[in-house]
């Protein structure tokens, strides 16, 4: 019966399992990132909203304002 000998590299499948381990934790990593991607857009699209908002009713605002405004007297020139 031959025993194996020190000779002989290590164990393939310990490899394997740790190359399964570092795969699993940039999976983890990738996720993480999306996660946090996916908020950061969905703060900045309310914000954009409410920047829109806002610049719709300034400009309603100022559009009613010129209306009701008569125009600025001229000067002729000279």
């Known amino acids: 019966m031959n025993l194996p000998s020190s000779n002989y590299p ?31 857009v969905n703060w900045l699209r309310a914000e954009v909203r409410l920047v829109d908002q806002l610049q719709t009713a300034r400009l309603a605002a100022s559009a009613t304002n010129q209306v009701a405004r008569p125009p600025a007297p001229t000067t002729p020139a000279p």
């Open 10 to 40: 290590p164990a393939r499948h310990t490899r394997q399992g740790s190359a399964v381990i570092v795969i699993l934790a940039l999976l983890g990593i990738m996720t993480l990132l999306v996660a946090a991607n996916t908020r950061t």
